[in-house]
């Protein structure tokens, strides 16, 4: 009898965690999928930032001048 109800119950721990590893195979797969998508848009996110950047510096180098010009004539007409 004792070897039985071991039996029967080792057969249905087994088969609990056989379904829990079924889960957790799910839960895995759905964790790299994110991390994918997640790796994917960091690496798009990354060259736009970059081209940001790029059109900052000259978009600033522009502003600079722009300013620059700006402040000269304000500086001839407050000496007049």
Excluded at 17 to 37: G, H
Excluded at 41 to 63: F, H, M, P, T, Y
Aim: aromatic fraction near 14%.
């Amino acid at each position: 009898v004792f070897f039985f109800i071991s039996s029967v119950g080792f057969a249905l721990l087994t088969l609990v965690l056989v379904v829990a590893l079924i889960y957790i195979i799910k839960i895995l797969r759905d964790i790299k999928y994110i991390s994918q998508k997640a790796k994917n848009e960091a690496d798009i996110l990354s060259g736009e930032l970059s081209e940001l950047r790029q059109n900052v510096r000259e978009q600033g180098a522009k502003l600079k001048y722009f300013t620059s010009f700006f402040n000269s004539v304000y500086k001839k007409s407050k000496k007049t």
